[in-house]
């Protein structure tokens, strides 16, 4: 086997000029040992083989052609779209500013509405606090106008306290057990 490799070397060396010993390569050629009709179908093999890849080839080469194109395409839709979202974020501004500016009426007016609540409730509790301290400016003036009468109670204060929301109930009991 190693003075095969020799022998073809040589034969290489002499045909395409002197290579040093080592390297290799595709050697083209009939070899010495070889029949023809052996070779020519090899060569029949290697043709076919040749077509099989250019057919698969040319399909990916077109492709490749147009990668550029469709990459252009793809680069222009990208824009396209980059510039749809500057317009819609701005028109959201927009619209954010606008709701903002309509709320600030209606926040000041619950605000104004909701001091208004209090102000109503601050009413109320200092009107209640009249009415109980009245109540008891009244129990008093009652009670300090018993003690002067001294024939009883007067007949009349009863029926007028009987009804009135302003006595509270305790004092309408008292009455009435008198």
Known sequence: ???????????????GGQKAAGEGGI???????????????DIIK??????????????????????HEDLEAMAKELEQWKALRRRKMAELAEEE?????SLFGLQ??????EQDVADKRAQIRFF??????????????????QRRVRGGPRADIPDLCAN??????????????R
């Open 1 to 15: 086997m190693a003075n095969t490799i020799r022998k073809l070397e040589q034969a290489a060396g002499e045909k």
């Open 27 to 41: 050697i083209i050629g009939k070899k010495k040992g070889e029949a023809a009709p052996q070779s020519r179908t």
């Open 46 to 67: 290697l043709r076919s083989a040749i077509q099989t890849l250019c057919q698969s080839c040319n399909p990916l080469g077109r492709c490749l052609e147009y990668v």
């Open 97 to 101: 500013a606008k709701t903002e500016a």
């Open 108 to 113: 000041q007016e619950l605000a104004m509405a």
């Open 128 to 145: 209640k606090a009249s009415v109980v301290k009245n109540d008891g400016a009244v129990e008093k003036l009652l009670a300090s106008g």
């Open 164 to 177: 009135s929301p302003f006595v509270p109930k305790f004092s309408r009991v008292l009455w009435a057990k």
